[in-house]
């Protein structure tokens, strides 16, 4: 799976929309991004995924560039209960398999009331 | 949505003595889960891939012997932590694949503390 970078912290204010990066520079065609979150002291919780266009549902918004090396996840609304760890992950999206996810260090996102 | 349960949440154990965390799928049939430990501050670390029916396999520094793992059902994985010791204080993760989807979905996590 392709390695991901992404800044360590970042804050935001409450209401406003919270963009968390990801670069994935060495990302494969058949790889799709993935994000999760984890709220302090819980299990990761999915936000959204893709692989090429950008995708929005109830949670976020995930914008890829052109040419895939990048990734952005968008918060429209940033709330106080969204301050947690968020992690860009990429691999390839297959119906079978069994490997796992693996983790990066993530970017630890503060939301500031 | 797709809910995988696991408990105990938190647990507290003198050393020496061994625990059992379960984690179930509640809504789906996951022939594969996954174990992950987090110390503080870190991120997620792999500990084993567990299979419904055949033996887990185990990331590469993870003690087989030490961290039990039974995937008896499509439903219900476990992790038994034996002779338990105060390094292996830790939050630990199951995490389970849906095979109709690109889903995983991951319990909540066990708290253990030995002392």
């Known amino acids: 799976d392709a390695k991901t970078t992404q800044p360590p912290s970042m804050d935001c204010a409450e209401g406003r929309a919270a963009n968390l990066p990801c670069n994935h520079s060495t990302i494969s065609g058949n790889e799709y991004v993935y994000w999760y979150r984890q709220i302090h002291s819980q299990g990761p919780q999915y936000i959204i995924h893709?692989?090429?266009n950008n995708e929005t549902n109830e949670m976020a918004s995930l914008i890829i560039t052109e040419d895939r090396k990048s990734s952005t996840l968008i918060l429209p609304h940033a709330t106080l209960r969204d301050t947690a760890v968020y992690y860009c992950i990429v691999r390839v999206g297959t119906l079978s398999g069994n490997t796992p996810l693996v983790f990066g260090k993530g970017t630890r996102l503060s939301v500031i009331a | 949505g797709a809910v995988v349960s696991q408990h105990p949440s938190r647990v507290i154990c003198k050393s020496g003595t061994s625990v059992k965390i379960e984690c179930r799928s509640l809504d789906f049939q996951a022939t594969t889960m996954f174990w992950y430990r987090q110390f503080p501050k870190q991120s997620l670390m792999l500990m084993a891939t567990?299979?419904?029916?055949?033996?887990?396999?185990?990331e590469q520094g993870v003690e087989k012997d030490k961290f039990l793992i039974n995937h008896a059902s499509l439903t219900l994985s476990t992790l038994t932590v034996t002779s338990a010791h105060p390094e292996d204080s830790s939050f630990y993760i199951c995490?389970?694949?849906?095979?109709?989807?690109?889903?995983?979905?991951f319990g909540s996590g066990t708290r253990l503390t030995v002392v």
């Open positions: 567990s299979n419904e029916g055949s033996k887990a396999t185990y």
């Open positions: 995490s389970a694949r849906q095979v109709t989807n690109y889903g995983y979905t």
């Open positions: 893709g692989l090429k």
